[in-house]
């Protein structure tokens, strides 16, 4: 079993910033991987996706210009870099490892990490 970990998740007010990571235990330079969220009632959506070399990248129209997914291979470390915020960015953000169909579908999922917006 793969055990994903994410952090960086907290509470900010509308308009800030937070980083959220990915650590794998292994490498990852050969795989893709993306970011996910579930907010309250609601099913997991998509929000980020990049190949193995980071040389391409795909995001969910809401957050497009927002938000920057990035790797650091020699880390095996994935990241979310999330600005702009808004209320309705609140969700338990997923990490996920392997693409099994770029970008939405993914081998491995991490447990999860909360981001909360205040308004």
């Known amino acids: 079993q793969v055990r994903l970990v994410e952090s960086g998740g907290g509470l900010v007010q509308a308009g800030g910033s937070l980083r959220l990571s990915c650590a794998a235990p292994?490498?990852?330079?050969?795989?893709?991987m993306g970011w996910f969220r579930q907010a309250p009632g609601k099913d997991r959506e998509f929000v980020a996706a990049?190949?193995?070399?980071?040389?391409?990248?795909y995001y969910a129209d809401s957050v497009k210009g927002r938000f920057t997914i990035s790797r650091d291979n020699a880390k095996n470390t994935v990241y979310l870099q999330m600005n702009s915020l808004k209320a309705e960015d609140t969700a338990v953000y997923f990490c996920?490892?392997?693409?099994?169909?770029?970008?939405?579908?993914?081998?491995?999922w991490g447990q999860g990490t909360q981001v909360t917006v205040s308004s």
């Open positions: 996920a490892l392997e693409a099994t169909n770029w970008p939405h579908e993914y081998r491995y």
């Open positions: 292994g490498r990852i330079s050969t795989v893709a």
């Open positions: 990049i190949n193995y070399s980071g040389t391409n990248t």
